[in-house]
């Protein structure tokens, strides 16, 4: 492209400075992490939106010709499928606003391109439930603004709509602290706006030299390059409400406006609804995932749906060593301890028929037994996708941290397997994952030694080598009432429950060394069960040894305390004794009644800090 006068774009113009504006925001998105403080500061906004805009770009690389207004419904739709946080969903909405005002034109002139933009722009602004000035829409409507009064004034070439409205854009950046106390507060503009006028710069600096701008490497994790701006520190966690809870809606003739009202009732904040007719991404910050994912199966699909623990997200910016710990909900882990060592917990999926959920996130034990006390529907696991891995991932490798990702037996799971793909797909040099060849009550404790050598100072290799030597102390022990559940998701053989039901049989199960669960002994009759298995527990744990333990319990609240005060009294070296409660997602394959217990001579991983 040349100096020469522009009077108009077409599909491949465009295709060409979006594609340079994309580069440009994701070789940014490191700086752009690094000043995110609003609304939350969990400096994610430049990964967000470089992701958002990774959608983008691989819709516009599909092959094939197509007219101006294909191009930018394809954008705009992609967009919504892949916007991630805040800003994400803004941006995609702006994308629609782009494509909905735009639907008649084959070319923009400059008098059309300030029309979209505008409309666009109203339409960023329409998304949110409570807009803020100084933030992304306000630098997309004073751009537009700019564009409008330049093609209103009779200019025509679109190269100086760009260029002029590329100043103002920079200009209404450098006010949003002005207009937004947090940001004055730290000294730095809005990262969402930020992220606009980059894209901007991009596309400004192909319509000066024709060249589109190289395109770093989506699956680079900003912390690598440049870990000045990777580890910020921040002394404030998140406010108002824990959870980041986004989710993708699919139907006809969506109602948007509806939708928006409907979750405005809630006790949330950030709530941005972006998309429109077949198609709405969701994003708001909540206490209670499960309520925003309960409200839009009224209007639409679910067809994606997480929720991130800001909290989490916070603690990255204080993470004691170099190494992050992921595991799965399947893992009984106290909710104090996953705090104390910001351990990273991706949920299991399970449902009831149709009806998807969030493995202790939109469902809780308590829930999924009253749930499965009133339902015919049989409840089912599935793992986690991928995606969910990879969103993690993603967050932690930008902070500059290595991953190790501690999982569920692969023999009872295809969990492992979704975070080996995840780990592939973002970096397998920094990302490790190990088959803890266990499950719950084991699995945990597990998880809480690795994330004890971490805070320590161990190095992820260190950690792993440990592990693999130590693996088989981890033990998981499991007393089940009711086999039928297991056999019916296939943990259980069936000849194994006909004998205990017919029999009056309790059958003992345990981790065996190949990761599976297999028949440890049998309790016979109803009478004192617990007080029995407490004390075959006990004889399975040396006297001179102290161990941690952790029992969990399918909706045995009682039987579960028991077995704690029989073991604490049975026992002198209880280093420390947790009571559970178990993912509904072990509930689905052992039924009510279940405990679970897993225990592990400890010996604290030595100092390895300074």
């Not at 491949?12 to 609304?39: K, Q, T």
Request: aromatic residues 6%.
């Amino acid at each position: 492209m040349t100096s020469a006068t522009i009077t108009h774009i077409d599909a491949p113009r465009l295709s060409r400075a979006m594609l340079s504006g994309i580069a440009n925001v994701l070789s940014r998105r490191d700086y752009i992490n690094s000043i995110n403080v609003f609304p939350v500061a969990d400096s994610d906004t430049g990964t967000n939106l470089a992701f958002t805009l990774v959608s983008v770009r691989e819709a516009i690389e599909q092959a094939g010709k197509r007219s101006l207004p294909d191009l930018l419904e394809q954008v705009a739709d992609a967009a919504i499928n892949g916007a991630r946080g805040n800003s994400g969903a803004i941006m995609a909405q702006y994308f629609q606003g782009l494509s909905d005002s735009s639907r008649e034109f084959q070319v923009l002139d400059a008098r059309r391109l300030a029309q979209a933009s505008h409309a666009a722009a109203r339409s960023a602004w329409g998304a949110m439930s409570e807009p803020v000035p100084g933030t992304l829409p306000t630098v997309l409507e004073d751009f537009a603004d700019e564009l409008a009064t330049l093609a209103e004034s009779g200019i025509e070439d679109i190269r100086q709509l760009i260029q002029r409205g590329l100043k103002r854009a920079r200009q209404s950046l450098a006010n949003t602290p002005a207009q937004l106390p947090v940001l004055r507060e730290a000294g730095v503009v809005d990262a969402g706006a930020q992220g606009f006028v980059d894209f901007l710069e991009g596309i400004w600096r192909y319509m000066r030299s024709g060249k589109i701008q190289a395109m770093p490497d989506a699956r680079s994790t900003p912390g690598q390059a440049s870990s000045g701006h990777a580890r910020m520190t921040h002394t404030e966690a998140p406010g108002e409400h824990r959870f980041c809870t986004e989710c993708l809606i699919e139907g006809q003739n969506l109602d948007v406006p509806g939708l928006r009202g409907r979750l405005e009732t809630l006790a949330a904040s950030s709530l941005v609804v972006a998309g429109g007719g077949r198609r709405a991404r969701v994003h708001i910050h909540t206490d209670a995932p499960g309520e925003v994912f309960r409200i839009c199966t009224e209007f639409g699909e679910i067809r994606q749906q997480k929720a991130d623990d800001m909290t989490r997200q916070h603690g990255l910016m204080n993470q004691h060593g170099q190494v992050a710990i992921v595991t799965d909900s399947a893992a009984d882990l106290p909710a104090e301890e996953i705090d104390r060592l910001g351990i990273h917990v991706v949920p299991v999926r399970l449902n009831f028929g149709d009806e998807e959920f969030l493995d202790k996130l939109s469902i809780s034990p308590a829930e999924f037994y009253r749930k499965l006390a009133g339902s015919n529907e049989k409840p089912q696991t599935s793992q986690p996708p991928p995606a969910d891995f990879r969103r993690q991932f993603e967050l932690l490798t930008s902070h500059g941290l290595d991953v190790l990702a501690i999982q569920i037996s692969g023999q009872l799971s295809g969990t492992r397997q979704a975070a080996e793909t995840a780990a592939r797909m973002v970096d397998a040099e920094r990302i490790q994952v190990f088959d803890s060849l266990n499950g719950a009550s084991g699995q945990g404790l597990m998880v809480l030694w690795a994330a004890e050598a971490a805070a320590r100072g161990w190095e992820r290799l260190a950690i792993v080598r440990r592990l693999e030597e130590i693996r088989e102390e981890f033990s998981t022990f499991a007393l089940v009432r009711d086999l039928s559940w297991g056999v019916r998701g296939g943990r259980i053989k069936p000849w194994m429950e006909t004998v205990s039901r017919r029999l009056s049989l309790q059958l003992v199960l345990a981790r065996t060394p190949q990761g599976t669960l297999g028949p440890k002994g049998v309790i016979a009759g109803k009478r004192n069960v617990v007080e029995r298995f407490g004390r075959r527990l006990l004889k399975r744990m040396q006297r001179d040894r102290a161990y941690r333990v952790v029992i969990s319990h399918t909706d045995a609240i009682e039987d579960a305390r028991l077995l704690r005060d029989i073991i604490l009294t049975g026992h002198p070296k209880v280093d420390g004794c947790w009571l559970e409660d178990a993912s509904p997602a072990i509930g689905v394959h052992a039924g009510p009644g279940a405990l679970l217990v897993g225990f592990h001579p400890w010996t604290a991983p030595e100092d390895r800090r300074g």
